[in-house]
C-alpha cells in the first residue's frame, strides 16, 4: 500500500468508486514491487497479487482465468482480515477479538478456505488472551 496517497489510505470516511479503484490496485503494485527486487520473491508478489481474491473466485484483482489461489495466499488472507479488524482505523475502532472471529467463521467457505479459518480461530484463541495480558502487564510495568 506504499504507492497509495496518505489522502485515501487515511480517508475518515466511505472511499468513492475511483478511490476504491485505487486501494485496489495495491494488489497489482505490490506484487510488481516484489517481482522487481529480485528472484526469490515470486511466491511472496502471488501472496501480495491474490490476497484479496476469495475463496469462491470473487474478490479482486480480476483474473483472466479462474483458478484457486496458492495455499499460502489463502492462509494470508485469513490473517490479514483478522489484522484488519483488530486494528484501529480512521473510519471505526478496532472490533473485540470474539466479534473478528465470529466474521471469519461466517466467510468461511464463501470468502476464505474454510480449512485455514478453522485453523487460525484455534490458534488465535489460544495466543490472543495471552496477548493481551501481556500488553496489560506492559502498561502497568510503565505506569
Known sequence: KTKIPLTILNKDGKLND?????IQGHTVEGARMLLNSGPGLELAATVAYEHHRRFDGGGYPDVT?????????????????????????????????????????????????????????????????????????EDEAAA
Open 65 to 137: 482465468y479462474p483458478r484457486q489461489t496458492h495455499e499460502v495466499s489463502r492462509l494470508i488472507q485469513v490473517c490479514d482480515v483478522y489484522d484488519a479488524l483488530r486494528t484501529r482505523r480512521p473510519f471505526r475502532s478496532p472490533w473485540p477479538a470474539p466479534r473478528a472471529i465470529h466474521f471469519l467463521q461466517e466467510r468461511a467457505g464463501t470468502h476464505m478456505d474454510p480449512q485455514y479459518v478453522t485453523s487460525f480461530i484455534t490458534l488465535i484463541k489460544e495466543w490472543e488472551p495471552r496477548h493481551v495480558a501481556l500488553a496489560e502487564e
Open 18 to 22: 475511483d478511490e476504491w479503484t485505487v
